[in-house]
C-alpha cells in the first residue's frame, strides 16, 4: 500500500507545471553553460539518464514534499513521459535514482542546495 502523504503530495502536480519548470530548468542549464558529465564506462557505469534529469526529479520531490526515496521513485515513474528526454528510454530503478540523488547530495529531508539556489521558495511552496 503506498505512503497516504507521497501519494496526496503526487497527485497535486500539475502536468503543466512539470512541463514549465522542465523547460525553465533546462534554459538555465543551457544559459549557464552547466557541464553535462559523460560517463563512458571506463570507471564506473554509464550514464544511461543525464545528471539534469536527476537534478529535475529532485526538484519536483521538493515541490511535492516526499519523504522517501521509494516516494522519490513513484513520482520519477508517475511523470517519466513528461520527463523523459527520450519516449525509448525506461524509467531509471529506483536503486540507481537513490544512488544519482545521493550523488548530487539530495536526500528527502535534506534537499540539495542548488535547488533552492535556482527556484524562489514560493515555486516550490
Same mark, same amino acid.
Given at each position: 500500500?503506498?505512503?497516504? =502523504?507521497?501519494? =496526496?503530495? *503526487?497527485? =497535486?502536480? &500539475?502536468? %503543466?507545471? @512539470? $512541463? /514549465?519548470? #522542465?523547460?525553465?530548468?533546462?534554459?538555465?542549464?543551457? @544559459?549557464? $553553460?552547466f557541464p553535462e558529465p559523460q560517463r563512458n564506462g571506463?570507471?564506473?557505469?554509464?550514464?544511461?539518464?543525464?545528471? +539534469?534529469?536527476?537534478?529535475?526529479?529532485?526538484?519536483?520531490? *521538493?515541490?511535492? $514534499?516526499? $519523504?522517501?526515496? /521509494?516516494?522519490i521513485h513513484r513520482l520519477a515513474v508517475q511523470y +517519466? &513521459?513528461?520527463?523523459?528526454?527520450?519516449?525509448?528510454? #525506461?524509467?531509471?530503478?529506483?536503486? /540507481?535514482?537513490?544512488?544519482?540523488?545521493? #550523488?548530487?547530495?539530495?536526500? !528527502?529531508?535534506?534537499?540539495?542546495?542548488?535547488?533552492? %539556489?535556482?527556484? !524562489?521558495?514560493? @515555486?516550490?511552496?
Amino acid at each position: 500500500m503506498p505512503n497516504k =502523504t507521497s501519494t =496526496t503530495s *503526487v497527485s =497535486t502536480l &500539475n502536468p %503543466q507545471w @512539470v $512541463k /514549465q519548470v #522542465k523547460r525553465e530548468f533546462r534554459e538555465f542549464l543551457r @544559459v549557464t $553553460k552547466f557541464p553535462e558529465p559523460q560517463r563512458n564506462g571506463t570507471r564506473g557505469s554509464t550514464f544511461n539518464y543525464p545528471e +539534469w534529469l536527476v537534478m529535475l526529479i529532485a526538484i519536483l520531490a *521538493v515541490k511535492c $514534499k516526499v $519523504k522517501t526515496y /521509494q516516494g522519490i521513485h513513484r513520482l520519477a515513474v508517475q511523470y +517519466w &513521459n513528461i520527463l523523459t528526454p527520450d519516449a525509448n528510454l #525506461k524509467p531509471i530503478s529506483e536503486s /540507481q535514482l537513490r544512488d544519482r540523488l545521493k #550523488k548530487i547530495r539530495h536526500s !528527502p529531508r535534506r534537499p540539495a542546495a542548488f535547488i533552492f %539556489q535556482i527556484f !524562489p521558495a514560493e @515555486v516550490l511552496a
